[in-house]
């Protein structure tokens, strides 16, 4: 049974950072595609960032560069790095194990203006 972790999730103002993790266990991390995705209050869940397993990235286009998806096999985790966090961002973001039903329980990152 793969299970996926989030943490890192808090409150923050705008144009400050936060980096999220994704801790997983089962299944084999290495040659997994993880992904990013969030939800907004009142909105549907909308991809985020991926990372494969040759390190290979792909991003939702309104984030503008500023969030960075990455990879530690050694430790099954994935993170994700966000800069210049606007308000717009505030949502719970959840890590999944990407075109399957593995997904994490979410952490709320809240940005205030």
């Known amino acids: 049974q793969v299970q996926l972790e989030e943490s890192g999730g808090g409150l923050v103002q705008a144009g400050g950072t936060l980096r999220l993790s994704c801790t997983v266990s089962?299944?084999?991390?290495?040659?997994?595609?993880m992904g990013w995705y969030r939800q907004a209050p009142g909105k549907q869940r909308e991809f985020v960032a991926a990372?494969?397993?040759?390190?290979?990235?792909n991003y939702a286009d309104s984030l503008e560069g500023r969030f960075t998806i990455s990879r530690d096999n050694a430790k099954n985790t994935v993170y994700l790095q966000m800069l210049s966090l606007k308000p717009e961002d505030t949502a719970i973001y959840f890590c999944?194990?990407?075109?399957?039903?593995?997904w994490g329980q979410g952490t709320q990152v809240t940005v205030s203006s």
């Open positions: 999944t194990k990407m075109w399957t039903n593995f």
């Open positions: 990372i494969n397993a040759n390190l290979r990235t």
């Open positions: 089962g299944g084999i991390f290495s040659d997994s595609t």
